[in-house]
């Protein structure tokens, strides 16, 4: 497979901007960001630089990046297409049929979608073997996670070329070796969400106590001690004996909380509307999103000591 250099990243938004800042930290890529909306594009290099300057990392060096509302400009020479377009099915299939179209034929087409299945995305594609997900985490140039989605179609060759792409640049990528919606980790992460909403919605107790439980409990150690870990460390005969007593009553419901769409219909939608599960003022925002961002500075690993010079120039 031919040496990925040339890196085209679809969709300048909060996403694609960030995945774009992790390879420009490397003078040996060539990064093009495309958008349809102008300003999107216009405001992504400063919006790189705040995110460097947030990290502790002055100054900027961008000239590896291109900026263009041109698709065929975008990906005719592209060794690989990183789609981070809204999560809509159909404008991410139509986006492939297009850039088909465009692309050389050894172009790897990657989509960042966090949930719809990747084979759904490539549905309509002569060619599905080169069509893989690279489901990255936000922020992403901080969360060291990405996975790498095989479809049925995907080539092997089209998987490892992403895990070495990914591993390069400072990146933990994994194989999800089954096209299965949610992958691996946004499965588990609902998984206890689902719980959790269901905690509030039984009435157990309200949302402040089932997210103070978690931090102040097993959310602790699971950085260091993951839950097949800790399972191995209790011992599985004890997995075993609490299974049976709790996995029954767990919730196992197979549609949304009827509990979000009543805080919604009350205006309660997050942050958007400052109220959701709890109320928010502007501050109590600003200090959470900084509280985050010290945090995972504090555990996700630096950006590479190349992109560190090259930023300070
Ligand atoms: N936001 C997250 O935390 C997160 C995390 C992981 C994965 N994702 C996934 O990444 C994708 C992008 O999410 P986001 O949060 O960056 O979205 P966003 O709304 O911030 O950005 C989307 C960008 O795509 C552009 N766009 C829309 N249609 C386009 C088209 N046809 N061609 C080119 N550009 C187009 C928009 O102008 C916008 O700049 C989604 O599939 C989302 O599910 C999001």
New binding site residues.
């Given amino acids: 497979m031919k040496k990925i250099e040339r890196i085209t990243i679809?969709?300048?938004?909060?996403?694609?901007?960030?995945i774009a800042q992790v390879f420009l930290g490397y003078p040996s890529f060539h990064v093009t960001l495309?958008?349809?909306?102008q300003a999107?594009?216009d405001a992504a290099p400063g919006k790189i630089r705040a995110n460097l300057q947030s990290m502790g990392v002055l100054g900027s060096d961008l000239s590896n990046l291109r900026l263009t509302t041109s698709?065929s400009d975008a990906v005719s020479n592209a060794d690989i297409v990183i789609?981070?377009?809204?999560?809509?099915l159909e404008?991410?299939q139509?986006?492939f049929v297009e850039i088909e179209k465009l692309a050389r034929p050894d172009c790897i087409f990657a989509?960042?979608?966090?949930?719809?299945p990747i084979t759904a995305i490539g549905e309509k594609l002569a060619d599905k073997s080169r069509m893989v997900g690279t489901?990255?985490?936000?922020?992403?140039f901080m969360i060291p996670l990405v996975e790498v989605i095989q479809t049925v179609h995907t080539n092997s060759e089209v998987i490892t070329a992403c895990m070495e792409l990914l591993s390069s640049v400072g990146k933990t990528p994994v194989h999800v070796k089954k096209d299965v919606p949610g992958f691996v980790a946004n499965r588990l992460q609902h998984a206890l969400w689902r719980e959790a909403i269901a905690l509030v919605e039984d009435e157990v107790c309200d949302a402040a106590t089932v997210d103070l439980c978690i931090r102040n409990s097993f959310g602790l150690r699971l950085s260091v001690l993951a839950p097949l870990e800790n399972a191995d460390l209790v011992g599985l005969e004890l997995t075993e004996d609490i299974h049976r007593v709790v996995l029954p009553a767990l919730s196992t419901a197979k549609e949304p909380s009827p509990l979000l769409r009543q805080l919604m219909n009350q205006g309660r939608k997050g942050w958007s509307t400052n109220s959701g599960f709890y109320d928010w003022t502007e501050e109590s925002k600003a200090e959470l999103r900084k509280k985050l961002i010290e945090r995972l500075t504090l555990l996700a690993p630096k950006p590479a000591e190349k992109s560190k010079e090259l930023v300070n120039k």
């Fill in positions: 679809v969709g300048s938004g909060l996403m694609g901007h960030g495309y958008d349809t909306v999107m594009l698709l789609e981070a377009i809204p999560e809509k404008l991410k139509n986006l989509s960042n979608t966090s949930v719809i489901h990255w985490w936000n922020p992403p």
